[in-house]
């Protein structure tokens, strides 16, 4: 019954995201009054879909074999943790998670939003219906995920051990709240360019979208790359695989999104960008789901390939990005330019960072694609790997990064202040960076030093915006803005360590056998077998020293059986200064253990500087809401009278 | 802005879609074939593994008679069988050429001593510089190369008992 409950939900929710987008042309052809059942519409659809994805969970939590999909991706041994996050490690879960998601948005806008103009709201609202609509026929007809089994089997296949971390309860939730959240700046962009009303107001009303959307990508993608250097054993922390590429892109969008915003919020310019960049953020995290699960790029994220899906899932892409590219061009001719800048100033400072990053952006998505073209002209294979992103869009990311540093000096509209002298102390630091890498380390390649004396200045020069002023009395959305910057510059800082100084060792070694890797001599002391509910493993000893002390850790290789497989479990023991990582192997015919060793000084500051930025994010949020709440009674009024 | 401009988006997005319909039309095929076969040897030269044996460049390949190139490692589990099997290739008049990918010396030594030696000349490649420029992305792997220096066959994965008569044929076809 369970199921089927969820079912009828699902169905109830397209009807009503139907009826909600017919609605919109009936409002937007004639002056039909209808706000308030627009509103109310898309708040019960979303309540409704809310519904059918908490009985998915049920019946995961309950792992009822009789629906296919628990059967197909849950065991009744695993932890319970792992089954309810089962209910999303798996393609249809996931994407009825998807659509949730984009309906509750879509019940938020319609709860909250009271900034937009009357006419665009209805507009937006129409395309998020519309959006949902899609989605719930592709769950509905392609891919059910309350479909039964007959009869019931007595225990289900079990779920991919990679997953089963807890890493899993917490990443594709928080990447997919981001993906989706970019879908209500695509449908306030869209009801914008129909009705005309693109100007600071609407800016408002998207901008906690997106500053929400992207903390919660910022903190996805850095808790996947964690995710991805402690579970796969290979002590990378970005591989530049095609779905990590796919998480990455909608990220430069909204981050490019977030600074237009602004210029839009602030002077009324950059119009048309703006409206670019929220319809293109949101089509990006389409083209990412598109590509993760239609299985179409060979990655280690392995999907299978269904044509069937792939197809689906296209048609939908092309259908919505093509509307809005449509309604761009027919529109954007009519949008007329805010206020005016000069060369120097905060604006021209926020546009060449969104050329930059739209230019990234550009490099990655065509690195991405680049082996299909190439196949699809030629026949020839081909795949793109770290080499070309990391020499294309390196110095790039470098260059922008010196900028972050400036930007934010730069006033509104016409520079008059003396910035070059302001900078002459972050310049004297990045110098005297460059000096001491030089003297310390003069064996490491450009881009890492580069690196070095960049995240130096952009330290320095990032929290200047504080200095000139009380701290105590600055805005916490300024706050926000520089812990986010000074954040990219400790995590330039972590992957310019990891670049130049990371040491590695792999050898095969008997008990009792000593290696060393940088700084530390650490000992195979011994390998013993262990096991856990539904695994059992080898783990291996060892003891690390350096100096005083000594460090046990314990490393394992993990067989689960239902599916069958071999994961690498690595120890790794976290300093102040760097992790120690080590991941244990295979036997030797000798009786020797296959050990991988490194020691990555400074490492974890990529984490930390992710963490950082999310943080800054966080903290614009607060003040932003802050600032709301102090306006309250204004909004009150405004809300009080459109109800009426 | 242009018209032209405006439209680009759109137009750009249609050859994104036509190339993905393409895609998934015709499903990919996972066989790749190797793209160095055919052509010389990629240039280097790198420092000798152990003290005892001479160093390995490029300019050692081309010396008339054909011999397999084998990208090894001391850590390497399958290492450890196929060099057995590379020793019955040397008794049977192969010559065989190392390359040890992110090793150190006393490993390499010790992984000898215990499984035995093939190898002519072991040259030494701790950033898998080497082998990345032969197109290898695994260990072990190996290359048959002619007596110019010419790859003529890529081996992935290690050379087993019932790949001899194979490898043989091909050392015969590039001689």
Request: aromatic share 10%; charged share 15%; with cysteine.
């Amino acid at each position: 019954m369970i199921a089927e409950a969820g079912l009828a939900a699902l169905w109830l929710a397209a009807g009503l995201a139907a009826f909600q987008f017919l609605l919109m042309f009936l409002a937007l052809r004639s002056d039909v009054e209808v706000t308030r059942a627009m509103r109310a519409i898309a708040i019960v659809q979303g309540a409704l879909t809310l519904l059918a994805f908490a009985m998915l969970l049920l019946v995961f939590a309950r792992s009822d074999m009789s629906v296919e999909l628990v059967f197909a991706n849950s065991h009744s041994a695993k932890p319970f943790i792992y089954k309810v996050a089962g209910a999303w490690g798996n393609h249809e879960g996931s994407m009825l998670m998807w659509v949730t998601i984009l309906a509750v948005a879509g019940a938020f806008v319609a709860s909250f939003s009271h900034r937009t103009g009357e006419r665009t709201l209805i507009a937006g609202l129409g395309s998020q219906a519309v959006l949902a609509l899609g989605f719930y026929a592709f769950l509905l007809i392609a891919s059910n995920p309350f479909a039964r089994l007959f009869p019931a089997p007595p225990d289900g296949q079990g779920l991919n051990p990679l997953l089963q971390d807890p890493g899993l309860a917490f990443h594709p939730p928080t990447l997919y709240l981001g993906y989706v959240g970019l879908s209500v700046a695509f449908s306030l962009a869209v009801g914008a360019l129909l009705t005309g009303e693109v100007d600071s107001r609407l800016a408002r009303a998207m901008r906690p979208w997106v500053l929400g959307a992207w903390i919660l990508l910022t903190l996805g993608i850095t808790a996947g790359s964690y995710w991805a250097y402690y579970e796969l054993g290979w002590g990378g922390y970005w591989f530049w695989d095609p779905v990590e590429n796919a998480s990455l892109m909608p990220w430069l969008a909204a981050t490019a999104l977030l600074h237009s915003i602004n210029v839009l919020a602030a002077r009324g310019a950059l119009k048309a960008w703006t409206m670019m960049l929220a319809v293109i953020a949101f089509s990006m995290s389409m083209v990412g789901t598109f590509l993760v699960r239609s299985g179409i790029l060979t990655s280690v994220h392995a999907f299978a390939i269904d044509p069937e899906r792939g197809t689906f899932l296209l048609a939908l892409l092309a259908i919505y990005v093509g509307a809005a590219f449509i309604l761009f061009a027919v529109r954007g001719a009519t949008l007329k330019e805010g206020a005016p800048f000069e060369l120097v100033s905060r604006e021209s400072g926020l546009v060449v960072n969104n050329l930059i990053l739209s230019v990234i952006l550009g490099i990655v998505f065509l690195g991405t694609l680049y082996p299909l073209f190439v196949e699809a002209i030629s026949g020839e294979k081909l795949s793109v790997g770290a080499p070309y992103f990391n020499a294309v869009a390196g110095p790039l990311a470098l260059v922008l990064a010196v900028l972050v540093g400036i930007g934010p000096l730069l006033s509104w509209r016409r520079e008059r202040r003396p910035v070059l002298k302001l900078l002459r102390i972050p310049a004297l630091i990045a110098a005297t960076a460059l000096a001491i890498t030089i003297i310390l380390a003069p064996d490491i390649g450009i881009l890492p030093r580069l690196g070095f004396v960049v995240a130096a200045f952009l330290a320095a020069a990032g929290i200047l915006p504080l200095v000139r002023r009380n701290p105590f009395r600055a805005p916490l959305a300024t706050w926000g803005m520089v812990v986010a910057h000074f954040g990219i510059a400790v995590a330039l800082a972590g992957m310019a360590a990891n670049a130049a100084f990371t040491s590695e060792r792999l050898a095969i070694a008997k008990t009792g056998e000593r290696l060393n890797v940088g700084p530390w001599l650490v000992q195979l002391h011994d390998v013993t077998p262990t096991a856990g509910k539904n695994w059992t493993a080898i783990e291996a000893e060892l003891h690390a020293s350096r100096g005083s002390g000594v460090f046990i850790l314990k490393p394992q290789t993990r067989y689960f059986s239902d599916p069958p497989t071999e994961t690498n479990e690595a120890a790794i023991e976290t300093f102040w200064n760097g992790q120690l990582y080590t991941v244990v192997g295979k036997s030797d015919p000798s009786g020797g253990w296959q050990l991988r060793l490194w020691w990555k000084p400074f490492v974890t500051l990529i984490w930390a500087g992710g963490a950082l930025i999310a943080l800054g994010g966080a903290l614009a949020m607060l003040g932003r809401l802050w600032r709301l709440r102090r306006r309250g009674p204004s909004n009150a009024e405004w809300r009080k009278k459109s109800y009426a | 802005m242009s018209r032209s401009l405006r439209f680009a988006p759109l137009a750009l997005l249609l050859l994104i879609v036509v190339a993905l319909v393409w895609r998934l039309a015709t499903p990919a095929n996972t066989n790749v074939p190797s793209k160095l076969e055919g052509k010389p040897v990629p240039n280097f030269a790198l420092p000798a593994a152990l003290p005892s044996k001479p160093t390995l460049s490029s300019a050692d390949l081309a010396t008339g008679q054909p011999r397999v190139i084998n990208i090894f490692a001391s850590w390497c589990v399958p290492c450890v069988t196929e060099v057995k099997v590379l020793q019955e290739l040397k008794v049977r008049g192969v010559a065989i050429e190392g390359i040890a990918v992110r090793d150190q010396s006393q490993d390499i030594a010790g992984f000898l001593a215990r499984n035995g030696d093939p190898y002519e000349r072991i040259g030494s490649d701790p950033q898998s510089r080497v082998q990345i420029s032969l197109g290898s992305s695994g260990v072990p792997e190996s290359f048959i190369v002619d007596g110019k220096g010419i790859i003529r066959y890529q081996h992935i994965g290690p050379i087993e008992q019932s790949d001899v008569p194979m490898i043989l044929g091909k050392l015969e076809q590039a001689r």
